[in-house]
């Protein structure tokens, strides 16, 4: 079955890089993503990797999949205090559905 | 381009009670799935709704219902309230059903079940 793990908070300083984990056990997923929740909203979809890729860039966000070890990691360069929210990976062995971990709180301290 | 809207914000209901609640899908859009969010964990899958037909379904049982309209909009419905249907719902539109892989997330609708 699916079963998405990741740890449950982070802390950084505004400025520094944050990476944050996650990994999967469905090595048929086709896409892996992370979506962004801040409090009181619904999911903001960052970015997202097909799973013949290993890397991603876009602006900010990198992300890095290893498909072996089922590994994928979300990196934030220069965080600032707005970046502060939930993050979830989420896995989708069938389009029609998504998989979650129980998300990642980021705190930015300025 | 509109994006996802969902009605209402917040609801509260007694247990053994019925909800219904709703969802616009993007503008383009003819898919929608609806996750529950229980506080402190992350979605889990409902069921989808494409072009109006049941596309997949989560491990819920069947007092959890759905339609999907022609214009793509959907409802939820949940007969039988229990506590533990206190939930964040979040509906999520994309394009192509099946095929789709870019799902976009309304603001949900926080349900609370006395």
């Known amino acids: 079955g699916e079963d998405v793990e990741q740890s449950l908070f982070l802390s950084v300083r505004e400025g520094d890089s944050s990476v944050i984990n996650c990994t999967y056990t469905?090595?048929?997923?086709?896409?892996l993503y992370w979506y962004k929740q801040e409090p009181g909203a619904g999911l903001q979809l960052l970015t997202y990797?097909?799973?013949?890729?290993d890397m991603k860039q876009d602006q900010r966000l990198t992300v890095l999949l290893n498909k072996k070890d089922k590994h994928l990691s979300l990196r934030i360069a220069d965080t600032q205090t707005g970046d502060s929210a939930i993050y979830f990976c989420?896995?989708?062995?069938?389009?029609?559905?998504?998989?979650f971990g129980t998300g990642t709180r980021l705190t930015v301290i300025p | 381009e509109t994006g996802v809207t969902q009605s209402p914000t917040h609801l509260i209901k007694t247990r053994g009670q019925q909800v219904t609640l709703r969802c616009s899908s993007q503008?383009?859009?003819?898919?929608v799935s609806w996750y529950q969010q229980a506080l402190g964990q992350g979605p889990q899958f409902i069921f989808q709704?494409?072009?109006?037909?049941?596309?997949g379904r989560g491990n819920f049982p069947p007092r959890f219902s759905g339609l999907q309209f022609p214009n793509y909009s959907s409802e939820l419905n949940v007969n039988a309230l229990e506590l533990d249907d206190s939930a964040l719902y979040l509906c999520?539109?994309?394009?192509?059903?099946?095929?789709?892989?870019?799902?976009?997330f309304g603001p949900g609708t926080r349900l609370t079940v006395t």
């Open positions: 990797i097909f799973s013949n890729m």
């Open positions: 989420a896995e989708s062995p069938r389009a029609n559905n998504l998989f």
């Open positions: 503008s383009g859009h003819n898919t």
């Open positions: 469905d090595s048929s997923s086709t896409y």
């Open positions: 999520a539109s994309s394009l192509g059903g099946g095929s789709s892989y870019e799902q976009y």
């Open positions: 709704y494409y072009r109006e037909e049941e596309n």
